[in-house]
């Protein structure tokens, strides 16, 4: 294990218990949990993108504001519903957030997921062309972004405004080595194996979109391992990554307990659903003592194939909970899996 970073998925709402009650309030602890991950030696901060709920739904300012007040931790998306971005625009955004960071952006891009809108994607403007699906749609979208953030030229150059030059312009700002750190959030073996082919990195969730009846851990690891083969066979110039998410809920105070002693979540088990029609596999929950998660996580044979580690966090507990939290996993569970503390 090379990297440990969080993912939020930025919820807020007036909940019981809940200690991010209004959006603004999840913004700035979000901030404020980066900068306290990268203190702890943490290596990057990653925000789930959802349109019309109560959750982060515009990445770009969030993370330029965390790339402001950091300097080493890595930031990113996990992941950005394509079917609602307009590319070039975003190719935009994402250039000016990974100027402002240095380069420290790791941008995880998909086709999304259920949502609690329906067609949102076409109240933001965008349809399926006939004969497209809203995974073809997403995947059309991606390929003129990634086009835009490699320098091509992707609009007609009007000399009388241009200085006289002619031809195709690229979108400004750039920013060199952008396309490297693209990630696709994979939900089957079939798109880990596209994603791969395309020369993106693969973000693999806590659930894929299909049921073999092996242990998730297993099924993933196998969608790792087609992953890495088809990079290799396409002849890819740079080393690829695969980041992995777990829940990982370390118990070792009264605080801990009260929250999850007691919890469904520690039943072990991996659970079987329907997500759009799909039989889906959701990995488990990893509650307890620190020393019996670095055992657990030590057999689990995704996370050893995979080089970055996501920590899904309970952001509504607030930023004091929750760095605690990820203090726990970097101090006692992480370096039994061979990770080390980076260093700002």
């Not at 933001?124 to 497209?132: K, L, N, S, T």
């Not at 990554?241 to 469904?264: C, K, N, Q, T």
Request: charged content about 20%; cysteine-free; hydrophobic content about 45%.
């Amino acid at each position: 294990m090379q990297r440990i970073g969080f993912l939020s998925f930025g919820h807020w709402g007036p909940g019981q218990g809940s200690q991010t009650r209004t959006a603004a309030e999840a913004l700035h602890q979000a901030i404020d949990l980066a900068v306290a991950a990268e203190e702890l030696g943490v290596d990057g901060a990653f925000f789930r993108v959802h349109h019309f709920a109560r959750q982060q739904a515009s990445p770009f300012p969030l993370l330029s504001a965390i790339a402001a007040r950091t300097s080493r931790i890595e930031i990113g998306a996990g992941v950005i519903d394509m079917r609602y971005e307009n590319p070039l625009y975003m190719a935009e955004e994402a250039a000016a957030a990974d100027l402002i960071s240095g380069g420290r952006l790791q941008l995880g891009i998909s086709r999304g997921s259920p949502e609690p809108a329906r067609q949102g994607a076409a109240a933001f403007g965008y349809r399926p062309e006939p004969g497209e699906s809203d995974a073809d749609m997403a995947r059309r979208h991606t390929a003129l972004f990634r086009k835009a953030i490699t320098g091509a030229g992707v609009a007609e150059a009007d000399p009388r405004y241009a200085g006289g030059a002619t031809g195709l312009l690229p979108v400004q700002p750039q920013s060199p080595g952008l396309a490297e750190r693209i990630w696709w959030g994979a939900g089957s073996r079939k798109t880990a194996v596209w994603a791969a082919e395309m020369g993106m990195n693969l973000m693999s969730s806590t659930l894929l979109t299909e049921d073999t009846g092996v242990p998730f851990h297993e099924l993933q690891a196998e969608q790792i391992q087609l992953f890495r083969d088809a990079w290799a066979a396409a002849g890819h110039h740079h080393a690829p990554r695969v980041s992995v998410s777990r829940s990982i809920l370390p118990i070792v105070d009264a605080e801990d307990s009260r929250y999850f002693a007691g919890s469904a979540l520690r039943d072990g088990r991996d659970q079987v659903g329907i997500i759009d029609g799909l039989t889906a596999r959701f990995g488990k929950s990893y509650v307890g003592a620190p020393d019996a998660l670095a055992e657990e996580l030590a057999a689990d044979t995704a996370v050893q194939a995979a080089d970055t580690l996501l920590l899904t966090v309970p952001n509504q507990l607030g930023v004091g909970f929750n760095t605690k939290l990820l203090g726990t996993v970097a101090r006692y569970v992480a370096p039994a899996l061979g990770w080390k503390a980076a260093r700002t």
